[in-house]
T-cell receptor, first 111, second 112 residues
């Protein structure tokens, strides 16, 4: 089955810097890769997703890139702000409507 | 719309006790999911229901049972709670394949 690995587990940046979180997946048949943000005490919330027929997708300060050959995808956050501090999860879609999640990255943005 | 709601928010059980976690969604979604979240392990799928009347095992189903009561409601039951089931439980729903999963606020369960 699908296995998704996520790095780093923690990431500290200064406000205004960029942050990059990387994930790799094992199942070459996976074709949908969402990213979720989880704030303290809340459920995860989708922030961006990418499908396998697209190499990059942007939404304001957030972008995701996908390299199907290498089986990895990354989340890029530019001009980070303190409210970006949260735990971020990547996921891969295995089919049968099931997502497999990475282990999460705790992002801390310091003012 | 309330989205996905879960009850209770917090629960403490003793080993061997049973309980049911409730989940409901008002978005007319076909698919519903139960996950557990443990430190350093991300979200792991316990059970899911692709449509009303069907349920399937996920990655970590042992010790749990589920019921898809109707299209709106999907409950998770612990028949005999164990300390290893101490976790935060999330319910989620989506309209179908490749669609955003919407998560509830979670239930924090402690088994002593």
């Amino acid at each position: 089955g699908e296995n998704v690995e996520q790095h780093p587990s923690t990431l500290s940046v200064q406000e205004g810097d960029s942050a990059v979180i990387k994930c790799t997946y094992s199942d070459s048949a996976s074709n949908y890769f969402p990213w979720y943000k989880q704030e303290l005490g809340k459920g995860p919330q989708l922030i961006i997703d990418i499908r396998s027929n697209v190499g990059e997708k942007k939404d304001q300060r957030i972008a995701v890139t996908l390299n199907k050959t290498a089986k990895h995808f990354s989340l890029h956050i530019t001009e980070t702000q303190p409210e970006d501090s949260a735990v971020y999860f990547c996921a891969g879609f295995t089919g049968f409507q099931k997502l497999v999640f990475g282990t999460g990255t705790r992002l801390l943005v310091s003012p | 719309n309330a989205g996905v709601t879960q009850t209770p928010k917090f629960q403490v059980l003793k080993t061997g006790q049973s309980m049911t976690l409730q989940c409901a969604q008002d978005m007319n979604h076909n698919s519903m999911y139960w996950y557990r979240q443990d430190p350093g392990m991300g979200l792991r799928l316990i059970y899911y229901s692709a449509s009303e009347g069907t349920t399937d095992k996920g990655e970590v189903p042992n010790g749990y049972n589920v019921s898809r009561l109707n299209k709106r409601e999907f409950s998770l039951r612990l028949e005999s709670a164990a300390p290893s089931q101490t976790s935060v439980y999330f319910c989620a729903s989506n309209a179908g394949t490749h669609n955003e999963q919407f998560f509830g606020p979670g239930t924090r369960l402690t088994v002593l």
